[in-house]
């Protein structure tokens, strides 16, 4: 029979959180005044230690899924119409082929330290051309590492406290 009145599934209320967490990490990557660190500390705060990993899961998913938007809207900026912007994009698409493993460890900071900002090097490495599978991987790596210290703070915290 089903859950008496009054109770709790507690894998209802993961998958809810779950999704939830996910569609707020898309809508954060593509507008930057939502802020998902914020609102994973809440969510991790209110949660069981055993949602963390699911819900770490769930916001890199999110946020990256909003990324790869990001960075085909930068692929869109390949076609220009301004010969300046057109002349500037080329230069520095030149630079990071010259450099690849320097673009590469840019675009890993920008993933787990926010420096500089994911939002402006997911359009970014669109522009310039890096491809799609290396911006996945070393973005979801990234934002990984990234979210996962985000959501243990709280849960730390709490183990401090008793």
Not at 97 to 123: C, D, H, N, Q, W
Request: hydrophobic share 55%; net charge positive; charged share 10%.
């Amino acid at each position: 029979m089903g859950a008496a009145l009054g109770t709790v599934d507690p894998s209802a209320t993961l998958l809810a959180l779950w999704f939830g967490t996910f569609a707020v990490c898309v809508i954060g990557a593509v507008i930057p005044f939502v802020n998902t660190e914020i609102y994973l500390l809440s969510v991790s705060a209110l949660s069981p230690r055993a949602f963390v990993v699911p819900l770490v899961f769930a916001a890199t998913a999110g946020q990256m899924a909003g990324k790869v938007a990001m960075f085909y809207a930068g692929r869109g900026m390949l076609r220009v119409r301004g010969e300046r912007l057109r002349k500037g994009l080329a230069a520095t698409r030149a630079r990071l082929e010259a450099r690849p493993t320097f673009a590469k460890l840019v675009l890993f900071s920008s993933a787990t330290f926010g420096i500089p900002p994911l939002y402006v090097m997911a359009v970014a490495c669109g522009a310039v051309g890096m491809g799609v599978v290396p911006f996945v991987a070393i973005g979801t790596v990234g934002r990984l590492i990234h979210f996962a210290a985000v959501a243990l703070l709280p849960q730390y915290a709490r183990s401090l406290m008793g």
